[in-house]
């Protein structure tokens, strides 16, 4: 019998070799416990993630943009539904996983928590959200657990319409009337610092972080991708001439990257346990849907088992 | 009556059944039943859009006065929707909304059918690419009715509860006026008469199949075609058309 | 596991993108039926004309090889390499073989 150390090696030498791991394989209980947590939780923030955008499917200015809207908030279901699918290969179900999330036990991306008050917020989580969520999504894509990966390149694929509707939003209100440019801006304004804080704590700060890295769950940390994204989105910005809200944002020459000013994160943190703008609707809104949909799913089961007694006999 | 004038009237009321019901839909989306419960609510919210955008589209092309397909949606007043009242109620629980696309459904089918044969080759177009996604629409809101009504009890009480309010909204899809008659002539439009044998047929074998009962054909609500509507409509509009009439002439 | 029995089982999904190539793997998704399996797979699987025919199968049904046994079960065909064409050589100026 080999003993457990001796199979954390040959598990170890597996992913440095980048060789992916697959369900059946033996894997240490952190790593099964850490992929578990992460797959929920970005289950979760997919579907959650369906709320903010959703409050404007019914107020869409024309029906391209409702219908786009819809196409695209649908596709968050999809990702939701991939992701789950995932975390059940790891030997959870997706009833235990939604419970989680239901019961106020698992986290989800913060961002959710933010309202979408105007069109233009349509627009931002779009372009920053989405965008945001694409760096770390295409990191993922060779993350070393093969269902999870798998599951990224079909949700990679997907999503890139995600961030371009959303940045051709903010580019047609920049052009627009100044009530709809001022929109824009306003947007940005709000999204931009909630935006960078979803690439999470920095490194020196993240309690996951190394022995994600060394499983081979991340690939780059956290403040890279930040730095990438934010290097990107500024030249977006100045393309359609609106001014990220960073004082301290400014080129640096000798590092090719933009320095930019501190990010706030007592907002984060008090998001995270519970208090940002909409954290009790969203939780609130995915527990009627639940309880709402019960009888449907159980009326489901019960005529399906009605129909194959019928067909047995 | 013109022919012109009525071909008009005939697409805004195709056009709007679909609007109105996509946007009923629509609300469900990210708060469904089940997870892929949700995404196929979708998939029928967005054939209906695209359904009503190819009829609004050729409205503004038949009225000849440069009105776009959202200039049609988003700047008519209520008394100027030619919807029926069936497609504006209010989504209710999920018992109402299956079985108000069932009712839609069955009714939509075979009127999409007959008009592939239209003498108006865009209508005879629209039809043909509609009736594959009603075709599928319809199987699904049946197997469902029948899930429900011969499901739990809860559920079949709820379907049941859900058809026999609907029912009197039924009426309305069969109702004709100049506006057919004239078609009808032209050979644009079909004669009601076979499309309300189908419904019939269709409803009483699903229902059949679903041990619900057909309720039965007492007074019908009317007005929608002659944009007299509920007052939901108005709220849904007001909802609708927010950023239209806030922001007048932008561009979105 | 305290599984609530309203729960819809567990569906793998298996898609064929083009006529005359495989069903492939793609997920899985919950249905309380297969043909409502079918049906959710249409709507999860394939909105953007991924494919063209559909398979499902409840997951519960699908027996899979344990990767320890991965070498007695793979290993052994390593060395027969003359199961490969590549394996015999050809008189020079043979054609169509």
């Given amino acids: ?313 | 009556m013109t022919q012109q004038e009525a071909l008009f009237a005939y697409c805004l009321r195709r056009g709007d059944d679909n609007l109105i019901l996509s946007h009923r839909l629509s609300e469900w989306c990210g708060h469904g039943p089940q997870l892929e419960e949700d995404i196929a609510l979708t998939n029928r919210a967005l054939d209906l859009i695209g359904q009503a955008r190819n009829y609004l589209q050729y409205a503004g092309t038949v009225e000849g006065k440069q009105r776009s397909e959202d200039d049609l949606a988003y700047l008519r007043a209520e008394r100027q929707f030619m919807n029926v009242k069936l497609v504006e109620m209010p989504n209710g629980d999920y018992a109402h909304t299956i079985a108000r696309c069932f009712l839609y459904d069955a009714w939509h089918l075979p009127l999409q059918q007959a008009l592939m044969n239209s003498a108006d080759e865009q209508l005879a177009a629209i039809a043909a690419k509609a009736v594959k996604e009603i075709t599928y629409q319809l199987k699904t809101s049946g197997d469902w009715m029948i899930r429900f009504g011969d499901g739990t009890e809860e559920s079949h009480r709820r379907a049941q509860a859900a058809l026999d309010e609907l029912w009197t909204y039924t009426g309305e899809l069969f109702e004709t006026d100049e506006v057919d008659a004239v078609l009808v002539k032209a050979g644009i439009v079909p004669e009601m008469g076979p499309i309300k044998a189908a419904f019939d047929a269709k409803v009483d074998a699903v229902l059949n199949e679903a041990t619900l009962k057909r309720p039965a054909d007492g007074f019908m609500m009317t007005g929608g075609r002659q944009g007299k509507h509920t007052e939901h409509l108005g709220f849904m509009l007001a909802e609708m058309q927010y950023l239209q009439r806030a922001y007048p002439g932008a561009t979105w | 596991m305290s599984e609530n029995p309203n729960n819809w089982p567990l569906w793998e999904v298996f898609i064929q993108s083009k006529r005359g190539l495989d069903h492939k793997h793609v997920g899985s998704l919950h249905a309380a039926d297969a043909q409502m399996a079918i049906e959710n797979a249409r709507d999860v699987y394939t909105r953007r004309q991924e494919g063209q025919s559909i398979w499902v199968v409840p997951a519960v049904a699908i027996s899979a090889s344990q990767p320890d046994d991965a070498a007695m079960l793979f290993d052994p065909a390593d060395d027969k390499t003359y199961r490969h064409p590549t394996f015999y050589q050809m008189p020079e100026g043979a054609k169509f073989i």
């Fill in chain 1, 1 to 313: 019998m080999t003993d457990v150390k001796n199979l954390e090696e040959l598990f170890q030498a597996k992913v440095d070799g980048e060789l992916k791991i697959e369900p059946k394989d033996w894997m240490p209980d952190g790593y099964r416990k850490n992929l578990v947590r992460q797959i929920s939780q970005h289950a979760h923030s997919e579907v959650v993630g369906m709320l903010p955008e959703g409050n404007w499917i019914t107020r869409a200015p024309n029906l391209r943009r409702k219908a786009i809207l819809l196409a695209k908030i649908q596709d968050e279901a999809g990702h939701g539904l991939y992701l789950y699918s995932a975390v059940e290969t790891l030997g959870t179900t997706r009833e235990k996983t939604v419970d989680d999330l239901l019961g106020g036990k698992a986290k989800y991306s913060s961002i959710f928590n933010y309202p979408t008050l105007t069109w233009a917020d349509i627009g931002a989580v779009g372009w920053l959200v989405d965008g945001a969520a694409i760096m770390n999504q295409v990191m993922l894509c060779r993350t070393s657990y093969g269902p999870y990966a798998r599951a990224m390149v079909r949700i990679c694929k997907e999503e890139s319409f995600h961030q371009r509707q959303g940045y051709e939003i903010m580019s047609v209100l920049s052009k627009g009337t100044p009530e709809q440019r001022e929109m824009a801006q306003d947007a940005l304004n709000r999204w931009w610092w909630p935006s960078l804080m979803m690439f999470g704590p920095s490194d020196a700060n993240s309690p996951h972080s190394a022995q994600s890295m060394k499983w081979k769950i991340k690939r780059q940390s956290n403040d890279e991708l930040r730095q990438t994204f934010i290097d990107r989105t500024v030249q977006q910005a100045e393309v359609i001439g609106l001014k990220v809200p960073d004082p301290k944002l400014k080129w640096n020459e000798s590092t090719q990257h933009y320095d930019s000013g501190e990010i706030d994160w007592t907002e984060f943190n008090n998001v995270v346990a519970g208090n940002g703008p909409c954290n009790k609707e969203r939780l609130a809104a995915r527990n009627k849907a639940h309880d709402d949909g019960a009888w449907v799913r159980e009326a489901a089961m019960a005529y399906a088992a009605k129909k194959a007694k019928r067909k047995a006999a």
